[in-house]
């Protein structure tokens, strides 16, 4: 992995990613968990190739979504993303399980799911092997009308009638003793989050490339009210550009 180098809030070189974020601060808001965004683009604000953002990214992104995905007790993403990235359940390094279980987290963090649609694959190895059964959030008529075979492998939770209530869905994982959601998009979902304001943290990933296109940015949809971040931190490591944003009355406070 090459090595990272910290630029603010002050230099420093070699830093790790996982103690780094492991040490982040996010207090939680009052009834709900922390919220970061994790999202990689190119320079032009492409957020995938060729329908997935594998291409975008290369080894220190990996590490670094890998140490963000260390720091969560739940990662959440949206049915679309899941089924694009053929996404299976989080799993954390040896030595990072160690550290999570000497925070009181559990070993590796929860999958939450936000789906209307219900068009979830229970035979795949994200159902097959979680540690946890996935949480899934959909509509009150969508979980009425679910599938025995996705209900028997996934928590299904309704959140919200004719559309997930993401405000419902947050104060959900509260009450279930989340601290930490790191939610992996997707554009549409991430959107949806800035829109109800419950975005604390973004966390952007730019790789050097240009790709043009017609993938989305990073959020799209919501109401284009301007929500204020600062920079907690910005890293470089083999030309990528890892910015951590935060609230900016988080930053300041
Ligand atoms: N660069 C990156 O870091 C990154 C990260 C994530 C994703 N991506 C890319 O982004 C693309 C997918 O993003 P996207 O914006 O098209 O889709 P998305 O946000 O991942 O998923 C949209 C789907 O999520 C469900 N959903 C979202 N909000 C909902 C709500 N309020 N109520 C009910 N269901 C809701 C619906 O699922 P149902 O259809 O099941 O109802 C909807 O069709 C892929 O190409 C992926 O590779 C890139």
Not at 125 to 130: G, H, V
Not at 166 to 171: F, H, K, R
């Amino acid at each position: 992995v090459p090595a990272v180098r910290q630029l603010l809030p002050h230099p420093l070189e070699d830093l790790d990613p996982v103690e780094a974020h492991a040490a982040a601060e996010r207090p939680r808001p009052p009834g709900r968990p922390w919220l970061l965004v994790n999202m990689v683009a190119s320079a032009d604000g492409a957020t995938a190739i060729d329908g997935v953002s594998g291409g975008l990214g290369g080894p220190a992104d990996k590490a670094v979504f890998r140490a963000i995905r260390g720091s969560a007790d739940v990662v959440l993403a949206a049915a679309g993303t899941v089924r694009a990235e053929g996404y299976g359940p989080p799993k954390t390094h040896p030595d990072v399980q160690a550290a999570r279980r000497a925070r009181g987290q559990q070993p590796h963090p929860r999958i939450a799911i936000v789906s209307g649609s219900l068009d979830l694959d229970p035979a795949t190895e994200l159902f097959a092997d979680a540690a946890e059964p996935p949480l899934v959030f959909t509509t009150a008529e969508a979980a009425a009308a679910a599938p025995d075979a996705l209900a028997a492998v996934a928590d299904l939770r309704p959140a919200g009638t004719g559309s997930v209530d993401l405000v419902v869905v947050l104060a959900e994982l509260g009450r279930l003793g989340v601290g930490t959601v790191a939610c992996e998009g997707g554009p549409s979902l991430n959107g949806q989050l800035i829109a109800a304001d419950l975005v604390d943290e973004l966390d952007l990933t730019t790789s050097p490339l240009l790709v043009g296109g017609d993938s989305r940015r990073a959020a799209v949809g919501g109401d284009g009210t301007p929500r204020r971040f600062a920079i907690a931190h910005l890293w470089e490591a083999d030309g990528l550009v890892f910015t951590r944003y935060v609230r900016d009355r988080v930053a300041a406070g």
